[in-house]
């Protein structure tokens, strides 16, 4: 089966960079992507990696580790309005369209 | 382009009632889905359908059914309501090819008395 594993609540200060790490388990793989979700919001798409490394958008990036099944959303020059839940989500397979999600990350930001 | 729109936006039902989810897209996406959200439990994915014409189950869909009506509409049935299935209830599609973005309905919060 399927499963994913990311921290509960995260803290950080207005300003400072974060980290959130999300680790899976799948049958085979396909790609992770990473949500954004306000409260009383739907979740929104952020970011997602098929191949290992980095990619970067704006103060956002996400990186992916297909050998160590790992992967991770960096938010940087972090912002009151960022104080949210992000979520990691996973396809197991490819061509078969089940994407499960991971139970989320809320963060919380300090002035 | 209204993206993915879902009715009701709130309902309340007894134990024991019925109703249907209705959910639609206009991006023209293959794939459909729906989730459920509880407090500390994330998203968790009822029921899928990868084209018009087939679905299939994910990871909690006892107590569901689902219908793809046609490429654009895919709705959520509750045949018999019980308080175990009060939530948040979330539509998504995806093109199905290239970068698995997903696009999410509102949200239908539903409670069972």
């Known amino acids: ?111 | 382009n209204a993206g993915v729109t879902q009715t009701p936006k709130f309902q309340v039902l007894k134990t024991g009632q019925s109703m249907t989810l209705q959910c639609a897209q206009d991006m023209n996406h293959n794939s459909m889905y729906w989730y459920r959200q509880d407090p500390g439990m994330g998203l968790r994915l009822i029921y899928y359908s990868a084209s018009e014409g087939t679905t299939d189950k994910g990871e909690v869909p006892n107590g569901y059914n689902v219908s793809r009506l046609n490429k654009r509409e895919f709705s959520l049935r509750l045949e018999s309501a019980a308080p175990s299935q009060t939530s948040v209830y979330f539509c998504a599609s995806t093109s199905g090819q290239g970068p698995d973005t997903q696009y999410f309905g509102p949200g239908t919060r539903l409670t069972v008395l």
């Open chain 1, 1 to 111: 089966g399927q499963s994913l594993e990311q921290p509960s609540e995260v803290t950080a200060v207005e300003g400072a960079i974060v980290q959130i790490n999300c680790t899976y388990q799948t049958s085979g793989f396909y790609g992770l992507s990473w949500y954004q979700q306000h409260d009383g919001g739907a979740p929104t798409f952020l970011s997602y990696n098929a191949l290992d490394g980095l990619e970067e958008t704006g103060r956002f990036s996400s990186f992916l580790s297909r050998s160590d099944s790992y992967g991770y959303l960096l938010l940087q020059e972090l912002q009151m309005k960022d104080s949210a839940s992000y979520f990691c989500a996973v396809r197991d397979r490819k061509g078969d369209d089940k994407i499960i999600f991971g139970k989320g990350t809320r963060l919380h930001i300090l002035p």
